[in-house]
């Protein structure tokens, strides 16, 4: 089975600063990896993946993720956060083979003038 | 275009209603699954439809029916809700692969209330 910690349930930054967000990960086969983002009363907006390849993995709005297998971690990361950046963000990951999400917790992003 | 449409956006029912919530997708997606999300939590998975035929099936109580009529089409049938069923409804499709699926997205949701 898989399991997801993200490491810090809320992160509060003043604007135009840089945030990481932590996730690590178990699993003992070969897995996917995934970062949602979730806009107050919204569905869930993917951000970036990581299937293969680059472990260095840019997404959308300015975002990007690096996949560490020996420390199985998947931290986001943005070189500098808006106000329009609050939101909650899930990491996920699914076996190569099979059709389950399994999410962390989430971590709320909250973004300070 | 890696649009879910759902419909209602809300919908607030009482405890011996029938009502349904419907997703579409024009992808081409032979994955669509169901999740609840309740607030400040990960969406939990409810069901997975793969091909049009029930794959998985979380436990969930005889109360939800999920419905599959097409490739495009997903449908939650809810009958005799509890007050502790509202929450969120989330749908997602996603591309099938040979033993498996790649990235889910996501519709707006459902936000369900049961009175």
């Known amino acids: 089975a898989q399991s997801v910690t993200q490491l810090d349930s809320q992160v509060p930054v003043f604007e135009e600063a840089p945030v990481e967000l932590r996730c690590n990960y178990s699993?003992?086969?070969?897995?996917?990896l995934f970062w949602y983002v979730q806009y107050p009363n919204q569905g869930l907006q993917l951000l970036l993946k990581?299937?293969?390849?680059?472990?260095l993995v840019k997404g959308i709005n300015g975002f990007e993720a690096e996949f560490n297998k020996s420390q199985t971690s998947f931290h986001l990361r943005k070189p500098s956060v808006h106000i329009s950046d609050t939101a909650e963000y899930f990491c996920?990951?699914?076996?190569?083979?099979?059709?389950?999400?399994?999410f962390g917790e989430g971590t709320q992003l909250t973004v300070n003038p | 275009d890696t649009e879910v449409t759902q419909t209602p956006k809300h919908l607030v029912m009482g405890m011996t209603n029938k009502k349904s919530l419907k997703c579409e997708q024009h992808?081409?997606?032979?994955?669509m699954y169901w999740y609840k999300q309740k607030a400040k939590k990960p969406p939990e998975l409810m069901f997975v439809?793969?091909?049009?035929?029930?794959?998985i099936n979380e436990s969930v109580p005889s109360r939800f029916s999920p419905e599959c009529p097409n490739s495009s089409l997903l449908n939650l049938h809810l009958h005799a809700l509890q007050p502790e069923d509202s929450a969120l409804y989330l749908c997602?499709?996603?591309?099938?692969?040979?033993?498996?699926?790649?990235?889910?997205?996501f519709g707006p949701g459902t936000r369900l209330t049961v009175t």
């Open positions: 997602a499709s996603s591309q099938e692969k040979r033993g498996g699926s790649y990235e889910q997205y």
């Open positions: 699993s003992s086969v070969s897995v996917y």
């Open positions: 990581y299937l293969s390849g680059s472990t």
């Open positions: 996920a990951v699914k076996r190569t083979s099979g059709s389950r999400l399994t």
């Open positions: 992808m081409g997606h032979r994955a």
């Open positions: 439809y793969s091909y049009e035929k029930l794959s």
